[in-house]
């Protein structure tokens, strides 16, 4: 919705200014045009700025605050910097091939 909203916002600043460059043009006229090509020029940037917002740059951050580790098991204590997933080799993938 915010897409057509900013396209809208587009095409009728654009025709503000069409119409304020109309060489008949009376100045309160060019005034008036001008004035709200200007507002729609704002509106478009706010409307941007917003879009850009709701994207969601930011990264998403997942915070474990209670951890079982059962006899046996491993765990690590700290801050980890993932960086996604990485492909396992064929033994990795297939550790009864190894012995």
């Known amino acids: 919705m915010m ?12 025709e ?6 109309i060489g008949e ?7 008036e045009n ?3 090509a200007n507002k729609l020029s704002r509106t478009y940037a706010t409307l941007l700025k917003a879009l850009n917002r709701r994207r969601g740059k930011g990264q ?3 915070t474990v605050e209670h ?7 491993q ?5 980890v910097d993932g960086g996604g997933m990485r492909m396992r080799t064929k033994s990795e ?3 009864h091939a190894l012995g």
């Open 25 to 31: 043009q009376t100045f309160e006229g060019r005034r």
């Open 75 to 79: 765990a690590i204590v700290g801050s």
């Open 3 to 14: 897409a057509a909203q900013l396209v809208a916002c587009h095409n009728a600043s654009m």
């Open 93 to 95: 993938e297939r550790p």
């Open 60 to 62: 998403q951050k997942v």
């Open 34 to 36: 001008l004035s709200q």
């Open 16 to 21: 503000c200014y069409r119409r304020a460059m």
């Open 67 to 73: 951890v079982h580790v059962h006899e046996g098991g």
